[in-house]
Structures are given as C-alpha cells and as structure tokens.
C-alpha cells in the first residue's frame, strides 16, 4: 500500500486519492453527474417524504417533471425524440437519481424506462414519432401493465385478452376475470394517460401469445376513460410516492396501430405475422425490454448500498465504544466484528458497480435488442445487486445501533424503500433460475422452454467427463502469494460456476432419464439452480472488479482497489468454504488460511474505509443523514 | 408420519393436531394467553397506527393503561403488590402482546420490566412499598435511565455523578457532559414522572461505581422537574407509540432514600457498603437486572417470527404460480427454493419457543439473582431470538412478493418495529462476546474482567489434551438412520461448541502468552467469540427442542414436532458444514448426505406447514394480515 491514508481523522484523509477513486468509478461522466447532484440537492428534487400519500404524490411527480424538464428523462432515447442515443448516460442519471428520494426514482424509471423503453423497444417508427418525444417529456405520462393479479412471475399466462375486430380495424382490450386485472401498475393510481397493456392478442380465432398494445387510460385533463377501471394500491411498505394501481378493461376500444408491432403484425384484414417463430420466443424476446429495467435495478441498489455504507463507515470511524483499561475509548471500526460487518460490503459494493457498468457497456455496444447472454447478465446482477443492497441497508442500520434507528439518519427510509428491488422486474429466485437454464443451454432458448431438455441431456452426456476434478496439491497451498493471487481467485470463482453447472446438468439429466417429469426434475434441484445463478453473478462481479482494477491508472488508487478486490475475493471464498471443502477444491488448512486472510485483509483496508466512501461523493444534502455527515461537528 | 395431514387443502387440515401443538406451545398459561388476546382484539389495545406522534403516543399510553387495569403489568411481581410472583405468567403475557402493536409491547416493558424491575431487584423493602403497587397500576409511569449519548453499550463507563451531600443528606444527580446525557430513553419524552437513573455514586470523594437512584423528573401532572431537562428523540424508524427522549440534570437534589439500595448502601454520615466487593462485580450485578429483559426480548421475537410466518405460510400454500405445462399453477409451497425459505425458520421458530421457555422455568426455578449461568443463557438466546425474527419478517416479506409489500399485511411495520430488538437491551455482537466470555471463564466472574486471563491461561493448558480429534469412521457415516438421529445432532452441536471453546482459548492463549495485551488478543479473536456465542444459542435451542419433542405427550403431534426438530437440526448442521469439514469432523460425503436430507425433510414438513403456524393460534383480528387470513375467502 503506497497511498493509504495513515490517519484516522478525517482532517488527515489523503483527498487525492479518493477523488482519484472518484473518477474510476464515474469517468467519463463526473460532469453529468454532477448536474444531476446539484439538482437534487435542492426542491423540487428533495420531496417532503409525506406521510400524506397525496401530497407526496404529488410532490414525487413534481421531482420527475423536474428531471424532465432537464431532459433527463430522454436521455437514453435517439437523438430525433431529444435523447442522447447514449444508455450509459441514461443509467449515469438513474444510479445518481437513485442516491436521493426513491420514490421519484422509481416514478422515473417507470415513465421513461418500462414506459417509454416498450414504446421504443416494442413500437415500430409511427408509434415512436407520436410518442417518443412527448413522453420523454413527461407530456405523456404512462404505464407499464404488465402484472396481473394471479401471475406476478408467471408472466406468460397472463390472460387479459385483446381481440382483433376486422370489421372495425379495432383490438377489444378486456380483462376476463378478477385474476386478470392488472396489478400494482405504477402511475396508474393518479397519473398515467396510457398503459402499454400485456395482452393476448387474438385475431381470426387464433391466440398468438402475449403482446404489447397502448391503451389511453385517461384523458390529459385526469377522467379515466369509459371502460377503463382503475384502483388504487394504497399503502405500501415504502415508495408511497409512487402511485401504484390496479387496472381492469370493459371490453375497450382501441385502433389496430395501438398493437406495438415490432415483433408481430395484424394486418387490416386480420393476418397476423411476426418475424419471430413460436409464441413462446416472441414473447420472450418482448420481455428483452426488461433488461435495461434490471440493469437499471442492479444500479440504483448499488447506489443505496453506497448511501447506506457512506454514513455506517463515517459513524463507526467517529463512535468509540470500549477500550483498554484506562485507555480512550476506540473507534467502532476498529473492532474486528465491526470490520466483518461493513469492509466486505463495502468491498462488493466496488465490484458491482463495475460489474454494472461492464452490462452498461455491453449493452451500448450491442446495436439491437440485447443478446440472451447480456439477458442472463442483467438478471444475475439484478438479483445479486438487490440482495446486496438489502443486506448491506441492514448492516449499516445495525452498526449504527441507535443512531441507525433515528429515522433522520434515513436508514429505515432507505430500508423500506428499497425492499421491494429484490421483488419487482423480476423476483430473485425467479431470475437467478432463469440464470441457471441460461447456463445450462449456453444460452440458446434461455427464455423458451423449446429443446431445453435436449441440450440439458447433451450437457451431460458432454461434462460427465469433463467435470473437473480436484487437485490435491493446489488443494493445500495455503502461501500467502497464492491466498491472495488475483488469478487464484478467478480459478476459484470459474471452477465453482462450471462444476455447478456440470452437477446439475448431471442431477437433471439423472431424474428426467429416469422418467421425472422435467418440472418435477427442475424443482428437485432448485437450490442447486439457485446456487448456480448465485454463483454466476458472483463469477462475473469478480472479473468485472479485477478489469476495474486494471483500469485504474495511478498506482496508488490501483493498490488501493486491488487490496479491496482481494478481500472481496476472500470473502467470498470464505463464505464459500464448505462447497470447496465438500467438493475436494480446497483442504481444511487453505479454508483456514483464508479465514486468516481475511482478518489480515479488513485491518489494511479498515485504514482506507473512509476515503473509500468518500469516494462515493454523496454531498451531505443529498445523503441527508446527520450520522453520515462528511466533515461532522463533533460527535462520539 | 402418523398424524400429519394429506390434504394442502384449508378445509382438509387437521385441526385436532393443530390444537394439540398449540397446547405443547401454551400449556399451562392457555386461559391467561386467551384472555390477552381477547382484549387484544378489541380497542384501546389495537391503537391506529398513527402518523401523527402525539396521538400514537397518547393511543398507546391507554392500550398500556387497559393492559395494567387487567393486572397484567405487575403480574411479575410478588403477591403483596399485586402480582402472581410468578414470572412465567408475566413473560406468557408479555409473549402474548408481542403477536400484537409493538409500541405497546415496548412501553409496557419499560414500565413494569425495566423501571418496575430496576425497582424491584435494585430497591430494598421500603422502595418496594413505596412504589411497586403503585409502578404496576401504572399510576407512577417511570423509566430507565441507563444509556448515555457517548455511552451505549459500555454501560460500565457512565458518566452522569450522583455526589452524596452528608450536610442534607441528599444526592446531588449531575449530567457533566453532552456525552453524558441519557439517551433513547422510552417513556422520557412524554409520560414518564420518576425514572431510575444509573449514576456514578460518589461519596467522601470515592467513586463507588455506578448505581442506581430513583429521580423524580415530572409532577403527577406533567411539569418537568427543576434542573431536569427533558429531550424529545422524535421520529425513529419503528416503534412510534414509544416516547423516547433524552435527560440531562442540572445539580439535582434527592433524598439518600432514592439510591436503590440493595447492592450497595450510603449511611447518613456518607459512609458506603455493599455485600459484594469490587466495583465492577457489583455493577454486573445490577446488570443482572437486564436477565428478565433480554428473556422478555426473545419471547417477543419469537412472537413476531410466529405472526410474519403464519402470514407467509399460509399465502404460499394459496398462491399459486407456475406449473407444469398445461396443468393448473402450484402452490408457491410446492417449490423446493420457497420451502427452503420458509421452512427452516419455522423449524428454528419451534426451536426458539422451547429454548425461551427453558430460561423461563429456569428463571422462575431460581429464588435469587439469575446465576451467571442464566445471564449467558439470556444473552445467548437474547441474541439468536432478535436475529432470528429480523431474518424470518425480510424472508416473509420476499416469499409474500408484492403482497408482502403491501402496508395493509403488516409485515413492514413489524420489521420497522422489530428491527431494534437487535440493538437495545444489549447489541447482539456484544452479548454474543459476553456469552463466549462466559464459557471461557466457565460462568466465573462472566461480566467482570477480574482473574479472566488467568482462567483463559488456564483452560487453554487444560484443553490443549482435551481438544476432541475426529473420529474418520464417524466423519464417514452417512446412513439415513444416523443422520436422522438426534443424538447424532446433539453430539454435532455439543462438539463445535466444544471445539470453537477450545481452540478460543489457545488462540487467545497463545496471544496472551507471545506479550500482547488482552485486549487486542481478544479483538484479534472476535469473530472467533462471535462464533462460539452463536454455536452457545444453538446447542441451547436444539436441546430445549429435542426436549420439547420428548413432552409431547400424543404419538401424531410427538411425531410432527420429532421431524420438525430433525429438519432444524439438519438445516444448522447443512450452514455450518464448511465448520465440519475444515475441523475434520465431518467428510463430504457426510455433508451431502445432510443436505440432501434436508430437501427429503422439507418435503415432509411442508405437508404439516399449515398446522404448524396454525398452531401459533393467532387469532385473525390479532394478526391482522389479509394475506394471512386463517379463512380466506378467495385469492391467487
């Protein structure tokens, strides 16, 4: 460690290095950033967190017609609707947005992310030149209707139904029955004017599947239409600035160019056709336009993961509690237990914001709808980013003992908020499963289930000799170079996800050739399924901060990220131990060599803790947390 | 299985086991545990929960009111102030109010536990019949004043003076610092009018430590006390119906009466005795006062993991979502990633109940102060049980999906509300250090530091030919009979206390021994302490189940809970298996077998998971969850 601050005090933090931190992790974009950070720094950005639903209602959809304004919102669009054509900007603004209020985050990402992006994604250019524009300027608000009340996950059998009349050129949007109504839709409790609808689209007979079409709920001035039906969804845990809603259609109305055709055509005469065989692959291509919704997901938990750990660091650096005999008390952070609660969190924080910003990149690079294995990237890190955010608000709210349980110090907020990340766009164990089938069909038909059982058979017969085998003498090495080596830890990383893989194509590949139904088979193995999304993202978050390290040009900063690269590495490993143990990778005397390892790791990096957060760069009017405060007045 | 039921189906469910477990979990207490909650059930002990602070507050100052008017708040207390003298009614109640308003649960505890309690064990006769009466109608609303700003968890370090004044024979009570001031205590803000103040004793100019003293800091109608100064610690981010605030004391004059006097004594003419020698020895000992709080906390936590996993067991066997193709959805239970979310906290839930009821009957065995050995045992399950319910209410929400989102279900507030059952009456990652300190030093001078080197130096030298080696042949077993067995399990959980013990003292030995300072061997060593204080709780709780399992007295319900039982000590065993191959003492075999034991098990258990929350006996109006509706009338 060349550049580490010694001192403890935050007069003695080496500023140098975490502004050069900084600029790791928001180069090329510090400037855009910044904009937005000095926005929220001030009304109507910061809304009154009202326990008066309305009132913060309405103050959250001023927040967003701020941003609006600004032109944020369009920010991801092409350049003709006033965008940037840019996602990365995109995403730069929402994981910045994500630092302050999150109901205006969520109110934001549903107007001009689910709602704009299926208009774009799923329209064809009529309906980007109506709406494109006008919704990225708020002018539009809308929805996203695509839950129902009996299929949140199980989206494919969604059965509100849209049938073709040719004698009128009109699709007929109703909703059969009570399981159908469309449910907890953002915007659509107050403001949205038109849905994108998830449908049935059926014409001449025939049910092509679920399509997209766009629904006028209510008109500009706020009357719901006739045959619409909306509910409210009330109170909620947290984001009850965002106005969620039930939907439910009486036989509606709409024109056949309400049909977002980009994926499936019904012609005047009623013909349907798409350039997509297979209903079940159309709709699964459709569901691409949730990518950039996780990406999106996986970036803003990281950034209430930072929030959260800026003011848990900041306060255990300050707090002292216990000492030697007649010594000063010392600073929280200076026990190992309180180490083991943050550093390693604040270690894979670092590596899942590369790791988003290696899906951004991927995904600006990729000219058409994502690849699926851009698709099954998106979904690890949402579910592996949420989790993290969740866990980490809780460790910080610990760790901050009373102070954390005063409501002015956000964390609670933050907490309730944020909960639901691990739930919506896709739940966790849902997507760390589609992980898994990913994987396990090296990605073709991810999202059918067409031939899955097929390759899975193939995967077998293929890797029962391949399934590597343990080496006894790498199995033992317990030297320090080798504890800490960056390539040891991708070997470690690599073999755990592809033995995993090979074990459950192996598992499955048992029960279905013995006569189990492949659904019976696949949840027979659904925690080894899990384990193997898990196991995925965890894979991927490493070599992500590994190539983050490489990126960082000054030699200080480099050491610094490496260091906290290494305990993630570590960490995880440790976590791991029993499945290295079990599977003959590791011997008792390396588990233990990394254990102590880990110890040594959290007291180096225990000396960069503050500038580590600091290099966040939350303003303390945007991190709002009197524990967190950057340069505090004094304090225990 | 003799007696589980075969049908998923409400209706099909056997209520004649679900009865009798109820009656293995409520004997003896049943009829006082109906009556509580048949007063739960109704106004004032249902407040709104307000918004607004002052209306909360004032709610739940009646629901406590309508909970003393019935006797129950000095239930704990002896017959001639009005109470059983038994404290297994008193925590049965208090169990009890947990299923309902957390606030009212937390107020009612300060009072008659804490403030009531300090009176009771610190005060001597004529306290008693000063105030105890009095305390239990809730006619002398009081507090305990034992944390300070700077002060939380060191509680031996208090700052604020009690100077004994011969001349008056008067304390003089002084807050010297803003570091001083008592913090986050309940019922300061508002209602409290005498609160028991720990305060260093000074007389003759010695500092005799900290004691305790009954301050008066508001008139019977509400005016706050010359030089007392009151605080309001306003929102927090769960628990609003409790009015916590801050005291600080400006020269504060009190008769010698108010020190509480048992453990230590001023005589008029200023002179100090105690029956025990030694500042800190006595100081722990008052602590001892905290026993009955953290045994109060655990049966609470129980309750709320009890209340959020009715909530989710019972939505997930009505949820449905995917199935196999053209077949109708499954419920969420059928899926082995749901049964592995819920199930194994419902088993461990089971376990908890036991093991709090343990200490319980042991408490109420005990005619004294709780034996050192009792304090470890609270601590231990004090910590496990907070833990535990924290875990169990976020993996309830998640398995509830956007249900659980839903404020009307209730499991958002009771995360806010449990959420700092973590932190008070002791922070979890200290009381685990206090349990591990207590078998190092096998129960001897456990709060004090006094002799406690010696005694390390001491089992380490014993233990160094002690340290159990595995047995390969044991490590090896993987028959379906032993891995079922319960003496198997208790020897595995015996056997890592052991050893996490043993190798604690060595490692803390050798330390000691090579010249460094304790205190930084034991921080060096603080995960290690973490550790055995956790595996301490464990092996409690698989006992106290496993003896639970033994009282059953029918075949079907002694059957339920054997399984039940065998599950929690599997799914322990399956976390800690990376403990048993690194220590040798299981091989992979072994813990593969375990994990694939587990899955059998859940499948099992799942067919009795309705009538094991049924069991809890929750009453719909108590519970108050629409998605945990015993008898829904409907739903997906």
Redesign the interface.
Known sequence: MTNAPSSRHPEGRDTTSSTALTKVLEDPWWDLRQEVLEAMATSPLQPHRD?DLDRYRSAVLEAVKALADRGWGRLGYPSEFGGSGDIRQAVKVFETVALGDLSVLVKFGVQFGLFGGSVWQLGTEEHHREFLARIGRLEVPGCFAM?E??????VR?LETVATYHPEDEEFEIHTPSE?AEK??IGNAALHGQVATVFARLRTGGVDYGVHAFLVPIRTPGGTVMDGVEIGD??????LNGVDNGTLRFHHVRVPRTALLNRFGTVEPDGSYHSPIEGDGRRFFTMLGTLVMGRVSIAAASVSTAKRALTIAVRYGERR??????DEE?RPLL?????R??LLPRLAATYGLHFAVWDVVDRLHAHDDSPSPELEVRAAALKAYASRHA?DTI?AC??AC??E?????NG??AL??DV??F???EG???VLL?LVAKGLLTEYRETMG?LRFWEIVQHLARRTRKRIQKANPVAARRTERSHIRDPDFHRWAFRTREQHLLHTLAQRLQERIGGGM????AV?????HL?TLGTAHGERLVLEAFQAGVAGARDAGTSETLRELCTLHALCRMER????Y????FME?AK??AIRSAV?EMLTDVRESAQMLVDAFAIPDPVLRSPAGRCCPTGG?
Chains 1, 2 share one sequence.
């Open positions: 326990e839950t009340r009996a299929h949140g996950s199980n059998e399981a449910d907890w969804r009330g109170r909620k845990v947290g002292r509690q216990f000492g030697p005999p008390e200076d026990f190992l237990a309180h083991r609660l969740m809780q709210r610990e003992g009373g954390g349980y005063d409501a002015a964390l609670g907490r309730e909960d639901v691990t739930t919506f739940t966790n164990p499963q289930d139904e492949p659904f019976d949840n027979e193995c659904q925690d899990v791991h131990a029993g499945w143990l079990e599977s003959g008792g588990t233990k110890n225990y």
